[in-house]
Structure formats: C-alpha cells, structure tokens
C-alpha cells in the first residue's frame, strides 16, 4: 500500500485541476479504509475516513493515549 499512496500523493501535488485532485483524493481515502479493514483497526464499511476514526479508537489500550485523542462522533 505505501508505493499505491505514494504515488498517488505525487500526482496529487502535480494535479491542478480540482476534479483531478479530488479523484485521486477519493481513491486514496479507499486505499486507507481498506488498509484499516485488512489490519482489524476497522469494521467500517465505509470509504470515509471519519467513519473509521470511532472504530479505531475503540482499539487503543492505552488509557492515558486514548484519553488524550478526541473522536469527531
């Protein structure tokens, strides 16, 4: 996956265009969610990266780092 993002970080900073930029925001953001789903960090079917943040922070032991970070709900 980190060649995939990579490159496509590459070409988002050469896009201009904001259609451009977008689609290749949204294939990114599927790359990631997918990632998420594949290590167990998220059961989120969704493609929106926000969706999977409860998911994921539901999964930190850490009481004292858990604690520190905030979740949009």
């Not at 060649?3 to 070409?11: D, F, P, Q, S």
Request: aromatic share 2%; glycine share 4%.
């Amino acid at each position: 996956m980190g060649r995939e993002v990579h490159e496509r970080i590459g070409a988002l900073l050469k896009a201009v265009e904001p259609e451009k930029q977008a689609e290749i925001m949204e294939v990114v953001s599927v790359l990631l969610a997918d990632e998420l789903r594949r290590q167990g960090l998220s059961d989120s079917p969704s493609d929106f990266l926000l969706d999977h943040a409860p998911r994921f922070h539901e999964k930190i032991s850490d009481p004292a780092l858990r604690q520190r970070l905030t979740v949009i709900p």
